[in-house]
């Protein structure tokens, strides 16, 4: 989804065009002027990139790295991963952004978790940022 603020700037940007245009088609030469148009298609890859950015799970890639890894070995998914705040945060913040529904709840020793597909992250704020653990299971 592109920002809304973006939107209004690419919008200005390209009204501010709509002008120059008229001015030069006054003028009778036909040409957009080289600032003009560049400011266009830098306007255009900045919302190029806004959508390639929405399609991204680079906030979930090393969590599914490891769910993955854990698929291959055991031909199902981990039951448990423990994150560190950073990497919950982040995909929290994934799950908002995608309007992904939000499973939260507690485990059995209070500590907060998150579904990611099939896999509960277990939020351990006593780690390492950037910490995720070897995935485990209910046993």
């Keep these: ?26 003028s009778g030469t036909g040409q957009v002027s080289p600032q003009a148009a560049q400011d266009l298609v830098n306007a255009l890859r900045d919302i190029r990139a806004t959508i390639a950015a929405e399609e991204s799970f680079a906030e979930i890639l090393p969590v599914r790295t490891r769910q993955v890894d854990f698929l291959k070995s055991q031909g199902r998914f981990p039951d448990f991963i423990d994150v560190a705040t950073d990497v919950w945060f982040a995909v929290h913040d994934w799950h908002v952004r995608l309007q992904q529904p939000l499973v939260l709840g507690r485990d059995a020793a209070g500590r907060y978790t998150l579904m ?20 485990y299971d209910n046993r």
């Design 1 to 26: 989804m592109i920002d809304r603020r973006q939107l209004f700037t690419v919008g200005g940007l390209l009204g501010a065009l709509g002008a120059s245009g008229a001015d030069v088609a006054a």
């Design 116 to 135: 990611l597909g099939f896999t509960a992250l277990v939020l351990r704020p006593d780690v390492v940022p950037g910490f995720i653990s070897t995935p």
